[in-house]
């Protein structure tokens, strides 16, 4: 089989071009990037088509995707072909709607006549190449820089050494069967690993039922066991109720301590509201009683003059007074006078000559004449200053008088505004006793009824919280914790209140946890005797599901090894089949690999795996081809894919080699050896080479001549 040409529509950055192909060799030159790896995809989608999908993981669109025309449609083309048989046919696909006709020589539409595949495509390469499209990417078809085989290309090769004689389109009947084989096994039976599937999942049952028939056997031994915990627990319940009830009284008695405190404080503020209250109402009784006789005063008729009479009456009062005063005065002044004359006419003139009359010394008589002399003046003196006085006393008293009438204003004033002050200390206060009380306090009256009406509280609230505490006493309940204590009063009467409300909250919070617990307990245990009724039936249902499916476990089981057994046996045929194949394939590779090194290795073989691996003639060693060097591994898996592809394609068509840059890692001397070796063996056969090196252009027209059809892009 041999291609004749191709016609590109459209197809990547190629458009409208067409090209011929001659048996044997084919030179198709170009630069990079001149599309010879375009052409290449093109006679692959051609024969197998382009698949649709995803971009890969890698980041690479779908293979019909990434072809596209780079400016538009049409995408698609046609190829001709002649087989070996001289028949000539011609694939036409149009891409963008992956429709695809098939014609033969007289341009029949032939493209029923193919099998379809999965994707409900003619299977046009499996049919005239003889092979999928995986087996022929990894045989005949070298991508660019792509001849080295990665792990699933080698399991794939490996498998179709299996099926060599296989008449099956895809040559991988063996590889099906041994797949169906698994598949019946996971999905009618079950593996190691399976979950779901009807093995796992009677096993899953078996282990439910055998669970549960345990537990019933459990129940019937532990129902007695059941019934002494319920009866524990419905004490427990009681007791806890009891201490729940004890608590309950001494939250009560808390209570009536918080009224009790709330109460005295209400007293000791009413007390001294009522205090202040009265001392307020005494300064304001003052004050009235000031102000009404200020107003009295003010209000009787003639008040206006009341000021100028009492200075008029002071003034008489004053004059007679002064009036008597100067009488006395003038009346001495003139004895001291009478005496003065007297003692000057008897110290001058003696009366009759006759000095016995009056026995003194003449001295004397002087000296009382000049004291009465200086009496009298002084006397004189006094009298004509108080004829002057009366006037500027008279001044003065009238602005002392002035002056206590505005004192008296002030007063006056100032009486007023602490008369305000006072009333409005007083309305505050009764404001706050009215807050106090709950009640409207319109003066120090309701008060001190008030005042009476709590402290007459407080001893019925006394009273109330003794007895109470006598009842807490006679409850003979012991209770954990916070509330221990004997002497119960006196944790009431003397503790904090705020202390003791955090108490009892947090004992009756967890003394409450506990009751919903043991209840539900109770109603645990109850729920599991009412599980209990028809229990007996139930075991002998039970066991009965157990048998049977005990019954159905053993028959998968049985399928199961059937099945394995089965796929045991493919495996050793296949495994025997490769066996006989590998020494033709071991062959065939030592061949090509002696003529592609000019005999440097002439022993290549391939291990299960066909893991490539050579005897080194003058090390005298076997080395991996991973060891060896990038140009010598090239041409090991070229050997590989040649040998392969003679042993798929004996006895049937002989399939061009489509190689692009094959000998990239090869240097002169290699590609030299390499195309000599394809020239000797394979001279008849359509070679489709794809090179950029025009070195190596030139060493092929060297050894083909005119032999080699030059093709360039």
Request: aromatic share 6%.
């Amino acid at each position: 089989m041999h291609l004749d040409r191709i016609s590109i529509k459209g197809f990547g950055k190629l458009k409208n071009r067409e090209i011929s192909f001659r048996k044997g060799m084919n030179v198709i030159y170009g630069a990079n990037e001149a599309g010879k790896s375009t052409v290449q995809s093109f006679i692959m989608a051609m024969f197998y088509g382009l698949k649709a999908g995803r971009t890969s993981a890698s980041g690479l669109p779908s293979p019909r995707k990434r072809f596209m025309p780079w400016d538009g449609e049409p995408y698609g083309g046609a190829v001709v072909y002649t087989l070996d048989n001289g028949s000539t046919c011609r694939i036409e696909r149009d891409f963008s709607s992956n429709t695809v006709v098939v014609y033969d020589a007289a341009y029949n539409d032939i493209t029923d006549s193919f099998s379809y595949g999965k994707d409900k495509q003619p299977m046009i390469g499996e049919t005239h190449l003889g092979m999928d499209e995986m087996t022929f990417e990894n045989t005949v078809f070298i991508r660019q820089m792509g001849v080295r085989l990665d792990s699933s290309g080698s399991t794939i090769l490996a498998a179709r050494l299996v099926n060599l004689d296989s008449p099956d389109i895809d040559g991988l009947i063996y590889q099906r069967a041994e797949a169906a084989l698994t598949d019946a096994l996971k999905n009618r039976v079950g593996t190691e690993r399976s979950r779901i599937q009807p093995l796992d999942k009677l096993q899953s049952e078996l282990k439910r039922l055998e669970s549960e028939h345990k537990v019933l056997e459990g129940r019937q031994k532990e129902k007695e066991k059941l019934m002494q915990e319920l009866s524990e627990i419905r004490a427990k319940l009681r007791e806890l109720e009891k201490q729940e009830h004890k608590l309950a009284k001494i939250g009560e008695l808390i209570e009536i301590r918080k009224k009790i405190d709330e109460g005295m404080r209400k007293e000791v503020r009413l007390s001294e509201t009522v205090k202040q209250l009265a001392e307020i109402d005494q300064a304001l009784e003052k004050l009235y009683a000031r102000e009404d006789t200020r107003k009295q005063t003010t209000l009787q008729p003639g008040t206006a003059d009341v000021p100028r009479r009492k200075r008029a009456d002071s003034e008489r009062k004053r004059r007679t007074g002064e009036s008597r005063r100067t009488g006395v005065m003038t009346v001495f002044m003139l004895l001291c006078i009478i005496a003065a004359l007297a003692s000057g006419v008897l110290l001058f003139v003696p009366l009759g000559g006759r000095s016995d009359i009056i026995p003194a010394s003449p001295y004397f008589y002087a000296a009382a004449t000049a004291i009465c002399v200086l009496a009298g003046t002084i006397l004189l003196r006094g009298i004509l200053q108080r004829k002057g006085e009366p006037d500027a006393y008279e001044g003065a008293n009238e602005l002392q008088e002035d002056s206590q009438t505005d004192h008296a204003d002030d007063m006056a004033e100032d009486a007023c505004e602490k008369l305000a002050a006072l009333e409005s200390v007083r309305r505050n206060l009764l404001s706050a006793a009215s807050a106090i009380c709950g009640i409207k306090a319109g003066n120090a009256s309701d008060v001190r009824a008030a005042l009476d009406e709590v402290r007459s509280g407080l001893e019925s609230l006394s009273r109330h919280l003794q007895m109470e505490l006598d009842q807490a006493d006679r409850m003979d309940i012991p209770l954990p914790g916070f509330f221990s204590q004997e002497e119960l009063d006196v944790l009431i009467y003397d503790s904090d209140l705020s202390w003791l409300e955090a108490g009892w909250k947090t004992e009756m919070d967890a003394l409450r946890r506990r009751l919903l617990d043991t209840a539900l307990q109770e109603k645990f245990c109850e729920g599991q005797f009412d599980d209990d009724k028809g229990e007996a039936d139930r075991i002998q249902l039970v066991e009965e599901e157990i048998a049977a499916v005990r019954e159905r476990i053993a028959r998968l089981e049985n399928t199961g090894r059937a099945l394995r057994l089965a796929r045991e046996v493919l495996t050793e045929a296949a495994e025997e089949i490769r066996l006989s194949n590998a020494p033709e394939l071991n062959s065939r590779m030592s061949a090509i690999i002696s003529g592609l090194t000019g005999g440097r290795y002439a022993d290549l073989r391939g291990d299960d795996r066909l893991s490539l691996k050579a005897s080194d003639p003058y090390e005298r060693d076997v080395r991996s081809v991973s060891v060896l060097s990038s140009g010598t591994a090239d041409q090991m898996y070229l050997a590989l894919r040649l040998a392969i592809a003679g042993m798929l394609t004996s006895g049937g068509e002989s399939l061009p080699f489509v190689m692009d840059e094959v000998f990239s890692q090869f240097d002169d001397k290699r590609t030299e050896l390499a195309l000599k070796y394809l020239y000797r063996e394979h001279r008849d056969r359509q070679i489709l080479l794809f090179t950029c090196k025009s070195r190596e252009v030139e060493l092929i027209r060297e050894i083909y001549g005119n032999e080699m059809y030059f093709v360039e892009l």
